[in-house]
């Protein structure tokens, strides 16, 4: 949608989004539970802060290979019963988690949970652009983003608070039950909600599915684009714990709250989205967005109270979702018969780039410093806003009807 059309209104959705977004709420209760714990994990089993984040990157390389078997699964079988199985995945894998007797089997178990985890978020966002046209689509999924956050924000903050009384054990046994439970939950609500399932389609539909998305040439600036976000912005999470620790501030409740503040970004731009989008049009949210993500990092960069660390990951969270949203819509018009695929390969690229940035920015704290690694983080982002501004156009899908 371009500036100057018709502002987008919440009214006339479908009732079943509601049901949606408490899928993604449950799944992304766990997508960032360690980060405020890490220093814990990496205490009782003796290895540093940088090969614990590896927990990060193995929950994000997961959730990002299996996203092509995903979409294909979805758009072959049906999205909901797919998302449902996967949910109980990620809550039994949460459950084993927290009795973990070594590094590696923890370590199993979180590749077990990105699985989980990503048969969710991007089936529930290919359901969410099923049930709207596009002209109410970026509001819609911004409700189904709403859930995903809130989960996040819970997720992150009761981590913390249960990692100071239960320790990190305590957090995974704590979130698995509860995603479990949401499963059964989810699972009446979408019986009760009568979703349709798309019919069955075919291998032979699913490659011609693949031609149509990368004939578009939107295509390849969503993909790339998404996973330099994840890279530069979800790479930075698992190193905020023990930047709050250099600053003498230990306590796990505080670093869950800093995180979350990414969380509650991601509200407010949900609740801003409808004002937002007629006043910027897509590529003025793609530049703010991403020039708001890069002004925070350089402020996290300083080492400010967390009082202030957490209103930067607010303030980084709204741009990061201002411009994020934009991407998801391009993605979810690349193809109307294989938009399951389309979107799950979105999240393969956006997990592919939170696998690398732990990682990258590991090697950029230790051999640069904190000051110019995520300096250069900012300089990417803000040129990614303008090349997207640029590069992306409305297209309409080779096999649109």
Sequence with gaps: MQQGE????????????YVIAGASFAAALSA???????????????????TAAGFAAV???????????????????????????????????????????????????????????GGVFPVALSLTSDLVGPDKRQVAISRTLAGAMTGNLLGASASGLIGDFLGWRGV?????????????????GFHGAKVKHPPKTSLSALKAG?????????????????????????????????????????SLSIAGLVIAGFAV???????????????????????????LVASQLIAVAFGPRWEVQALNLVVMGWGFYIAH????????????????????????????????????????LHHAGKMPTLFASA??????????????KQRAPADAR
Excluded at 94 to 112: E, Y
Excluded at 357 to 362: C, F, I, N, T, V
Excluded at 379 to 392: P, Q, Y
């Design 59 to 117: 929950f994000a390389f997961t959730f990002s290979i299996i996203q092509p078997i995903i979409g294909a699964a979805a758009d072959l079988f049906g999205k909901t019963r797919l998302m449902i199985g996967c949910l109980a995945l990620l809550g039994l894998a949460n459950i084993l988690g927290a009795f973990s007797t070594s590094f590696s089997v923890l370590f199993a178990t979180r590749i077990l949970a990105g699985i989980g985890s």
């Design 210 to 250: 693949y031609r149509t998305i990368f004939t578009n040439p939107n295509a390849y600036v969503c993909y790339s684009a998404v996973f330099i976000e994840g890279c530069c912005v979800l790479g930075l999470f698992p190193y905020i714990a023990s930047f709050l620790f250099e600053l003498g501030q230990t």
């Design 265 to 291: 970004g991601g509200l407010f731009y949900t609740l801003t989205v409808s004002r937002l989008l007629p006043r910027l049009g897509m590529k003025g949210m793609m530049i703010a967005g991403m020039t």
């Design 32 to 50: 960032r539970a360690l980060d405020p714990v890490l220093p814990h994990v990496a205490e009782d089993f003796g290895v540093s802060i940088a």
């Design 379 to 392: 300089v990417i982002m803000v040129v990614l806003g303008f090349v997207c501004a640029r590069l992306l």
């Design 6 to 17: 018709a502002r987008p209104h919440d009214h006339g959705l479908p009732a079943a989004l």
């Design 325 to 364: 949203g934009c991407l998801q819509v391009f993605a979810s018009e690349l193809s109307v018969e294989a938009r399951a695929t389309a979107l799950s390969l979105h999240s393969f690229f956006f997990f592919m780039g939170q696998t690398v940035g732990p990682l990258a920015y590991g090697f950029g």
């Design 172 to 188: 995974l046994a704590v979130l698995g039950v509860l995603v479990i439970v949401a499963s059964i939950a989810v699972a009446a």
